[in-house]
């Protein structure tokens, strides 16, 4: 039997950066659960966000040849069975690396346009990284939003109802709270065995998600 096949997209400008880490140790769960790995890294590879007249939609023509580029990150999607796209959460939002990747990729036609979408039968789970605190009071108002948008707006629009949202929440490891009246504070840095054990909770909380969105 065949592997399932598990395509990571990691969205970060910095190959040192804590969501490629994150990215790799996802990529290191699924792996130990039985998925062959697909890992997507879209600044190593040089994806370029921004949209092209080439892979601008043709609302005449739902099965226009978009560019080379894309159509090579199309098959890695269609060959996917769980897309998990790691991510670090900007203005309550992904950063443009991924938007872009959707824009570009998930397009007429192929995410979405037809009434059987060709993303029919995946899974998806998206893990973001928020450097707000679990307790920050909006904290579940930053989940509500990224739900609506992702879950909703992008995975359920293009086929794939079977999705999720995972936020790791204070991936900074300085408390960061904003108080009624706007007003932003942040804690002292952990140090030392502090911070340690602060990432390596963080790593297990990103393999827990995973498990329970896959029954693991």
């Given at each position: 039997?065949?592997?399932?096949t598990a395509l990571v997209v990691v969205a970060h400008h910095r190959a040192d950066s804590l969501t490629a880490h994150v990215g790799d140790v996802a990529a290191a769960?699924?792996?130990?659960?039985?998925?062959?790995?697909?890992?997507?890294?879209?600044?190593?590879?040089?994806?370029?966000?921004?949209?092209?007249?080439?892979?601008?939609?043709?609302?005449?023509?739902?099965?226009?040849?978009?560019?080379?580029?894309?159509?090579?990150?199309?098959?890695?999607?269609?060959?996917?069975?769980?897309?998990?796209?790691?991510?670090?959460?900007?203005?309550?939002?992904?950063?443009?690396?991924?938007?872009?990747?959707?824009?570009?990729?998930?397009?007429?036609?192929?995410?979405?346009?037809?009434?059987?979408?060709?993303?029919?039968?995946?899974?998806?789970?998206?893990?973001?990284?928020?450097?707000?605190?679990?307790?920050?009071?909006?904290?579940?108002?930053?989940?509500?939003?990224?739900?609506?948008?992702?879950?909703?707006?992008?995975?359920?629009?293009?086929?794939?109802?079977?999705?999720?949202?995972?936020?790791?929440?204070?991936?900074?490891?300085?408390?960061?709270?904003?108080?009624?009246?706007?007003?932003?504070?942040?804690?002292?840095?952990?140090?030392?065995?502090?911070?340690?054990?602060?990432?390596?909770?963080?790593?297990?909380?990103?393999?827990?998600?995973?498990?329970?969105?896959?029954?693991?």
């Amino acid at each position: 039997m065949t592997a399932p096949t598990a395509l990571v997209v990691v969205a970060h400008h910095r190959a040192d950066s804590l969501t490629a880490h994150v990215g790799d140790v996802a990529a290191a769960r699924l792996k130990e659960a039985g998925y062959a790995i697909d890992l997507l890294d879209l600044r190593a590879e040089g994806f370029d966000p921004r949209m092209t007249e080439a892979d601008q939609p043709d609302w005449d023509d739902r099965d226009k040849a978009y560019s080379p580029e894309v159509r090579a990150h199309m098959a890695r999607l269609l060959a996917a069975d769980v897309i998990v796209p790691v991510f670090p959460v900007y203005w309550n939002g992904v950063p443009a690396l991924l938007k872009g990747w959707i824009d570009r990729v998930w397009n007429y036609g192929f995410g979405y346009g037809r009434s059987r979408p060709r993303l029919a039968g995946k899974r998806m789970l998206w893990l973001g990284l928020a450097g707000a605190g679990d307790g920050d009071e909006f904290a579940a108002w930053m989940q509500e939003t990224l739900d609506r948008v992702l879950r909703e707006g992008i995975s359920f629009y293009c086929g794939i109802p079977d999705s999720g949202v995972a936020v790791l929440h204070d991936a900074e490891g300085e408390s960061q709270t904003v108080d009624a009246e706007g007003n932003f504070s942040k804690g002292a840095p952990l140090e030392g065995e502090a911070r340690a054990a602060h990432y390596a909770a963080l790593d297990r909380r990103a393999e827990e998600h995973l498990e329970a969105f896959l029954g693991l």
